[in-house]
């Protein structure tokens, strides 16, 4: 087996391969109107498959952390802490995204450094030290071991269990995740929100919260503030500068900002900037942005109207709004006003997973 410290070099370069092949996405034409976020077609088997795979902790090297640890569906797919945990003895930098509607983005992460597909970000999420830290040799064993696990690879298509199959369901498993039900797509709307509609559009929120998800995909510096716990946690700090020594990050040693972006550019212009997040199921979703340091909607909407962070590359966009305490309330109610309903029930989470069976004898030789 390798040492964890290998597996970070691995994996790491593989991430930078990877980042230096993600071209920005294409500012795509975005929609008048926004409406309810469109589903999107699934295979129900490899979905079913994906769905135990998410919740699986057999999917991590010390069997502790499942994707579900960190991405929790009572929190919309979040952990409700301002920074991530990692794999033991690692903690991350960065706030846990929402995984609802992530199948549709172009590029994923705060910093959009994966823009190929959902695969990608699976194995990635597996594999890094940060994560999951796995070895995908043994997880495949692992699996094999599983009669449940035989019988749904086969079911889906996939043959017996391997990597590739566990990195198509789980993405597959991820398109079921779509936001229903919320007041702004059914009509329910109170008047405060409708108000609050009326601002967000007024105060130029929808040039870069647009379409139905209610971002643009790009990245943009606002000037969000620093977390300190990054650099005061060694955990953490370390976790940062590996991070940055293998994207290539100039200076990363004594670096004490995260650059965002710019790992996609190495442009001074883009140091700071973040991909927008989507603005549905923020109800669920707190604390707030890329490094979770702004915790209720209040405060983001305070922040806003304050004309944001300060940073020499802050978006001209990002002005003071001086709107009355009774607008800010109003912005918030809208905001609110995009979470629909959890997905919590039994469609979205595996149900207990039954590990007992009994071990394969002589295992090597067994096929299945
Ligand atoms: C230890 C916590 C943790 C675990 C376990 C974890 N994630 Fe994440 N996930 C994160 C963090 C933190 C980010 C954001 C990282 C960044 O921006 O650099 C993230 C980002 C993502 C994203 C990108 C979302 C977006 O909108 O950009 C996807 C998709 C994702 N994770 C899926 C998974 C899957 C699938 C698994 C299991 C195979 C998993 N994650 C396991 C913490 C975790
Ligand atoms: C120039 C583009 C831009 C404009 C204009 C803009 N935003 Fe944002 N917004 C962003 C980016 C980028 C982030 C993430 C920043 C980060 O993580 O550091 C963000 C984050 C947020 C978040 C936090 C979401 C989360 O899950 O963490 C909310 C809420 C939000 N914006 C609401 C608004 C509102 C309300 C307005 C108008 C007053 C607005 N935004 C205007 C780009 C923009």
Redesign the pocket.
């Known amino acids: 087996m390798m040492t964890k410290a290998r597996t970070w070099f691995s994996a790491l370069s593989t991430v930078s391969l990877l980042t230096i092949c993600a071209a920005l996405p294409v500012h795509q034409a975005l929609a008048d109107e926004p409406g309810p976020v469109e589903a999107i077609e699934f295979d129900p088997a490899k979905a079913a498959l994906g769905k135990r795979l998410f919740f699986d902790p057999r999917l991590s090297g010390d069997t502790e952390l499942s994707c579900a640890s960190c991405h929790q569906p009572e929190l919309g797919f979040t952990d409700g802490q301002a920074l991530s945990d990692a794999y033991a003895g690692s903690l991350h930098f960065r706030n846990v995204p929402t995984l609802i509607n992530s199948a549709k983005r172009a590029a994923w992460f705060?910093d959009g450094r994966i823009g190929t597909n959902l695969n990608d970000v699976t194995r990635e999420s597996i594999t890094e030290t940060y994560s999951m830290n796995m070895d995908m040799r043994l997880m495949q064993e692992r699996i094999k071991q599983d009669p449940v696990y035989i019988e749904m690879f086969e079911a889906a298509g996939f043959g017996e269990p391997s990597n590739g199959g566990v990195r198509n369901a789980i993405p597959e498993y991820l398109k079921t995740l779509i936001s229903r039900g919320a007041p702004f797509d059914t009509g329910e709307m109170s008047d405060e929100a409708k108000a609050g509609y009326e601002l967000?559009n007024a105060?130029?929120?929808n040039?870069?919260?647009a379409g139905e998800r209610f971002t643009d995909d790009l990245?943009?510096n606002?000037g969000?503030g620093d977390n300190p716990d990054i650099w005061a946690t060694p955990e953490r700090h370390i976790t940062f500068v590996t991070m940055m020594k293998f994207l290539g990050v100039e200076n990363y040693m004594n670096l004490r900002a995260d650059p965002g972006a710019y790992i996609r550019t190495h442009t001074a212009d883009t140091f700071g900037t973040?991909?927008?997040?989507t603005?549905r199921e923020?109800t669920y979703?707190a604390p707030?942005?890329?490094n979770g340091t702004l915790a209720t909607?209040e405060d983001?909407?305070a922040f806003?109207n304050a004309g944001g962070g300060d940073d020499e590359n802050k978006?001209p966009?990002?002005k003071p709004?001086n709107l009355s305490e009774t607008e800010q309330a109003q912005?918030v109610a809208f905001?609110k006003a995009l979470s629909g309903e959890p997905l919590t029930g039994p469609d979205f989470v595996a149900e207990d997973i039954d590990t007992d069976y009994a071990p394969i004898e002589n295992w090597q030789d067994a096929t299945n």
């Open positions: 705060h967000f105060s130029g929120c040039s870069c919260h990245p943009h606002i969000v973040f991909m927008t997040p603005l923020l979703t707030y942005m890329h909607l983001v909407v806003y978006d966009r990002i709004l912005l905001l």
